[in-house]
């Protein structure tokens, strides 16, 4: 073979070889950045139906979901990862999505929520936070239920959309966690156009 052939071969396979190994190609909304991997298994009208690997993320208790309390929530997270830890090392930031997740009580009353960041698969071992509250956490492997939705995340167009995906389950017949529910978002604050926001339920 010639040298241009065995050079273009080689690049072929280096690419097939780094994808294999990097595990999927995350979708456009992950911007590029790390994601849970995720495979589709159905799309729906109003929704689309998920199975997640195994993911790891980093997590901090929240007094609500109030602006306030969601930014004094990501601000602990956000200063662990820029060196604010025990080793004083910067942990990679590059991952979407960020989770706003809510837990009520059987009786529908109490409220527990809590903030997260994903973390990248190469980060393997994580420095000790100076902060106690925040922890490392793992989701198992699972299937979510997601609904899709663009602008600011915000708590009134996200109880909109939570509705519209469970009236949406329930009419398709789906089992879901009905007392559960995730707001994930893939933007920072300061991308103003083609926002991308989901609603995230578990199924049962």
Same mark, same amino acid.
């Given at each position: 073979?010639?040298?241009?052939? /065995?050079?273009?071969? @080689?690049? /072929?396979?280096?690419?097939?070889?780094?994808?294999? #190994?990097? &595990?999927?190609?995350?979708?456009?909304?992950?911007?590029?950045?790390?994601?849970?991997?995720?495979?589709?298994?159905?799309?729906?009208?109003?929704?689309?139906?998920?199975?997640?690997?195994?993911? =790891?993320?980093?997590?901090?208790?929240?007094?609500?979901?109030?602006?306030?309390?969601?930014?004094?929530?990501?601000?602990? @997270?956000?200063?662990?990862?820029?060196?604010?830890?025990?080793?004083?090392? !910067? /942990?990679?930031?590059?991952?979407?999505? *960020?989770?706003?997740?809510?837990?009520? /009580?059987?009786?529908? &009353?109490?409220? !527990?929520?809590? @903030?997260?960041?994903?973390? *990248?698969?190469?980060?393997?071992?994580?420095?000790?936070?100076?902060? %106690?509250?925040? =922890?490392?956490?793992?989701?198992?492997?699972?299937?979510?239920?997601? =609904?899709?939705?663009? &602008?600011? @995340?915000?708590?009134?167009?996200?109880?909109?959309?939570?509705?519209?995906?469970?009236?949406?389950?329930?009419? *398709?017949?789906?089992?879901?966690?009905?007392?559960?529910?995730?707001? #994930?978002?893939?933007?920072?604050?300061?991308?103003?156009?083609? =926002? !991308?926001?989901?609603?995230?339920?578990? %199924?049962?």
């Amino acid at each position: 073979m010639k040298y241009l052939e /065995v050079t273009t071969l @080689l690049s /072929v396979l280096a690419v097939v070889f780094l994808r294999g #190994a990097h &595990g999927w190609d995350a979708p456009p909304f992950c911007h590029s950045y790390d994601c849970p991997e995720f495979t589709v298994v159905n799309k729906y009208e109003d929704f689309e139906e998920r199975a997640y690997q195994v993911s =790891r993320w980093i997590t901090v208790d929240s007094l609500g979901v109030s602006d306030h309390d969601v930014k004094a929530g990501f601000t602990k @997270l956000w200063d662990y990862t820029q060196w604010d830890n025990q080793a004083g090392e !910067h /942990v990679n930031t590059h991952t979407w999505p *960020a989770l706003i997740s809510t837990t009520e /009580v059987e009786d529908g &009353g109490e409220k !527990h929520a809590s @903030l997260s960041f994903y973390v *990248a698969p190469e980060d393997t071992v994580l420095p000790t936070p100076n902060d %106690a509250s925040i =922890r490392n956490e793992t989701m198992p492997a699972c299937t979510i239920y997601v =609904r899709t939705f663009s &602008g600011f @995340l915000s708590e009134y167009n996200f109880q909109e959309n939570l509705k519209k995906l469970r009236d949406a389950l329930t009419q *398709a017949g789906k089992a879901f966690d009905s007392h559960r529910f995730i707001a #994930a978002g893939y933007e920072g604050p300061w991308t103003l156009i083609g =926002r !991308h926001n989901e609603v995230w339920i578990h %199924a049962a």
